[in-house]
T-cell receptor, first 111, second 118 residues
Framework: AQRVTQPEKLLSVFKGAPVELKCNYS??????LFWYVQYSRQRLQLLLR??SRESIKGFTADLNKGETSFHLKKPFAQEEDSAMYYC?????????????FGKGTKLSVKP | EAGVTQFPSHSVIEKGQTVTLRCDPI?????LYWYRRVMGKEIKFLLH????????ESGMPNNRFLAERTGGTYSTLKVQPAELEDSGVYFC????????????????FGPGTRLTVL
């Protein structure tokens, strides 16, 4: 079955430190991977999608099909990056679009 | 542009009662999704509408859940009768149809409805 794993429930770093939020997936076909973010008292919003290959708010993520990973990275964390981060997988074909989410990682950036 | 809206934001009901959640998608979005996050678990897909048709309802937990999207605009999700394990946050999301077979655009999420069943 398709699955998304985010091994860390909580990641705490100091401001200015590099951050990497891990995401691994299990799917034998061609996946589409996303990172969604939920800031305090705000709705879930798209941060990155792998097909866009862009950097948003200093975050990047590269799809590694060999390692089935899509880790989210930022070289210098900021306090405003503190939020819940969800990695999600979408399959081509079949269900036509529903997302499969990981359990999320809470990022806390300390001053 | 208004985002996806959901009503109510919170609902507290007793076991056995009925609750109806509403979702208004972004105007022009044919795709509408319902998801649920139960405490301590991941956000899980419930079902997907394309306009007024149910495209995929494989995630619906049981027949106590009924979703409708009459007219292809807003959608309702009714839980009848509610059980304790139905407590959680129910999210709605909508997206455009890219018209490329099974490809769809970015899903935009609503703020969610927190349901508590006592």
């Amino acid at each position: 079955a398709q699955r998304v794993t985010q091994p860390e429930k909580l990641l705490s770093v100091f401001k200015g430190a590099p951050v990497e939020l891990k995401c691994n997936y299990s799917y034998s076909g061609s996946p589409e991977l996303f990172w969604y973010v939920q800031y305090s008292r705000q709705r879930l919003q798209l941060l990155l999608r792998h097909i866009s290959r862009e950097s948003i708010k200093g975050f990047t993520a590269d799809l590694n099909k060999g390692e089935t990973s899509f880790h989210l990275k930022k070289p210098f964390a900021q306090e405003e990056d503190s939020a819940m981060y969800y990695c999600a997988l979408r399959l081509y074909g079949g269900s036509q679009g529903n997302l499969i989410f990981g359990k999320g990682t809470k990022l806390s950036v300390k001053p | 542009e208004a985002g996806v809206t959901q009503f109510p934001s919170h609902s507290v009901i007793e076991k056995g009662q009925t609750v109806t959640l509403r979702c208004d998608p972004i105007s022009g979005h044919d795709n509408l999704y319902w998801y649920r996050r139960v405490m301590g678990k991941e956000i899980k897909f419930l079902l997907h509408f394309v306009k007024e048709s149910k495209q995929d309802e494989s995630g619906m937990p049981n027949n106590r859940f009924l979703a409708e999207r009459t007219g292809g605009t807003y959608s309702t999700l009714k839980v009848q009768p509610a059980e304790l394990e139905d407590s959680g946050v129910y999210f709605c999301a909508s997206s455009q149809d890219l018209g490329q077979g099974d490809r769809t655009d970015t899903q935009y999420f609503g703020p969610g409805t927190r349901l508590t069943v006592l």
